[in-house]
């Protein structure tokens, strides 16, 4: 089956410290996977795609097939990075859903 | 560019009505997916629409349904209402079915 866990509903972290949202997902193919943000009474607004490799207001994610995983990190938390992130798996081809961890508060305390 | 819009912002609704939603995707994309984030369940695709044609449902009954207009914009119906519809249903649109899904801000969907 399909999944991704995201096992922390809650992270709390001082300004400037390293920052690490696990996410681990159950898939037998090739995964392509997001991690999505969603800061206090804004949409749901893409932050990673893996196939880009990007780093997006300092977040990186690197996916780990042998592990199965997705973690999203950043080496200085900040204040504003306080939001919702969910990881999500577009997993097998041409039926367009995404299937998403239940998400983690990330808390940045000043 | 303007995002994904949806209407209405709320909807309050008592058991056994009938809802509509409606969605109006990115310029461009002809792709809109809907989701429904309850209360303690997180994200669940619902459904998703291309061209016009719907290419795939999640586990959701019949009663829930929906169409794509000929300008891409789409509309969710929701028949019968039960109290555990109240959620917060979210839109989304890509370019094709398989490229980045980009999310409207939702409608929260109460049931009396």
């Known amino acids: 089956a399909q999944r991704v866990t995201q096992p922390e509903k809650l992270l709390s972290v001082f300004k400037g410290a390293p920052v690490e949202l696990k996410c681990n997902y159950s898939y037998s193919g090739s995964p392509e996977l997001f991690w999505y943000v969603q800061y206090s009474r804004q949409r749901l607004q893409l932050l990673l795609r893996h196939i880009s490799r990007e780093s997006i207001k300092g977040f990186t994610a690197d996916l780990n097939k042998g592990e199965t995983s997705f973690h999203l990190k950043k080496p200085f938390a900040q204040e504003e990075d306080s939001a919702m992130y969910y990881c999500a798996l577009h997993g097998s081809s041409n039926t367009g859903k995404l299937i998403f961890g239940q998400g983690t508060t990330l808390q940045v305390k000043p | 560019e303007a995002g994904v819009t949806q209407s209405p912002t709320h909807l309050i609704k008592t058991r056994g009505q009938q809802a509509t939603l409606r969605c109006s995707p990115i310029s461009g994309h002809t792709s809109v997916y809907w989701y429904q984030q309850a209360l303690g369940l997180g994200l669940q695709f619902l459904l998703w629409?291309?061209?016009?044609?719907?290419?795939n449902r999640g586990n959701f009954p019949p009663r829930f349904s929906g169409r794509q207009f000929p300008n891409y914009s789409s509309e969710l119906n929701v028949n019968a209402l039960e109290l555990e519809d109240s959620a917060l249903y979210l839109c989304?649109?890509?370019?094709?079915?398989?490229?980045?899904?980009?999310f409207g801000p939702g409608t929260r969907l109460t049931v009396l």
């Open positions: 629409y291309d061209e016009g044609e719907e290419r």
């Open positions: 989304a649109s890509s370019r094709t079915g398989t490229d980045t899904q980009y």
